[in-house]
C-alpha cells in the first residue's frame, strides 16, 4: 500500500539551493509558500519536504526526482552556484514539465545559456536558444539508450543537466570518467560526484 506521501500530488514543485542560502532568501520562499498554500496550492519545497540527512545525496535526489514527477510545475529560484538545482531542471525537463523561475530579474538572456533556456520559459518566447536545442537533441538520445555511458563533468552546468535527465528518466549510467570523480569527491558529504559515483556502482555490474 502507498504511503499518503507517495500518493500526494502538487501544484508547485519549488527548485532551490539548500546549503549557503541566505535568510534574506530563505524568508522570501518561505513566505512565498505560506502564501500559495493559504490558497490550498499544494507545494513540494526539498529544504522542507526532502529528506536531507544523506551523506552521499543519492536518496535526496531520489526523493526530489518523485516529488517533480508528482507535481505540475516545476518553478527554480536561480542561483548561479547551484549545480543541485541544475540537476533538478534537467530532470523536470525530461520529464517535460513547465518550467518557470523565481527570480526572473536575475535572468541574463544568452542564447547559448542555461539562463537563457530559463529566460525563454519565462518570457514565454520560442525556444530558440542553443542550449535548449541542444539539450533537446540530447534528451532523444538518452530516451532511446538502455545504457548510458557517460563522462560527468561536475563544473559544467550542460553536463551537470544532462546528469538530471539520465537520472529524471531512470536510465542505468555506467561513467567514463569514475577515477576522476573519486579523486575529486569528498567521502561523507553530498555532492552529485557522489551520487553519480553511487549511481555507476549500481549499474556497472549490468554492462555487457
Not at 89 to 99: H, L, Q, V
Request: proline content about 4%; some cysteine.
Amino acid at each position: 500500500m502507498m504511503s499518503a506521501k507517495e500518493q500526494k500530488t502538487f501544484d508547485y514543485f519549488l527548485a532551490c539551493p539548500v546549503r549557503g542560502v541566505t535568510k534574506k532568501v530563505n524568508r522570501f520562499l518561505s513566505d512565498l509558500i505560506s502564501v500559495l498554500e493559504s490558497m490550498d496550492s499544494k507545494v513540494y519545497w526539498p529544504p522542507r519536504d526532502t529528506n536531507q540527512n544523506d551523506t552521499v545525496g543519492l536518496n535526496i535526489c531520489y526523493e526530489n526526482e518523485d516529488g517533480i514527477k508528482r507535481s505540475k510545475d516545476y518553478w527554480i529560484f536561480y542561483n548561479r552556484s547551484s549545480m543541485g538545482s541544475i540537476f533538478d531542471t534537467g530532470a523536470a525537463f525530461a520529464n517535460e514539465k513547465e518550467i518557470h523561475a523565481i527570480n526572473p530579474y536575475d535572468l541574463k538572456y544568452s542564447p547559448d545559456t542555461f539562463e537563457g533556456f530559463l529566460f525563454e520559459y519565462v518570457h514565454g518566447k520560442e525556444h530558440q536558444s542553443g542550449f535548449y536545442k541542444k539539450m533537446s537533441e540530447k534528451l532523444e538520445e538518452i530516451k532511446k539508450g538502455a545504457m548510458i555511458i557517460y563522462e560527468y563533468k561536475p563544473d559544467d552546468i550542460e553536463s551537470v543537466f544532462i546528469l538530471g535527465m539520465i537520472f529524471g528518466l531512470g536510465k542505468p549510467i555506467a561513467l567514463k570518467n569514475r577515477e576522476y570523480l573519486e579523486g575529486r569527491r569528498v567521502p561523507g558529504r553530498k555532492s552529485l560526484e557522489n551520487v553519480a559515483i553511487a549511481l555507476d556502482d549500481i549499474y556497472r555490474t549490468k554492462l555487457p
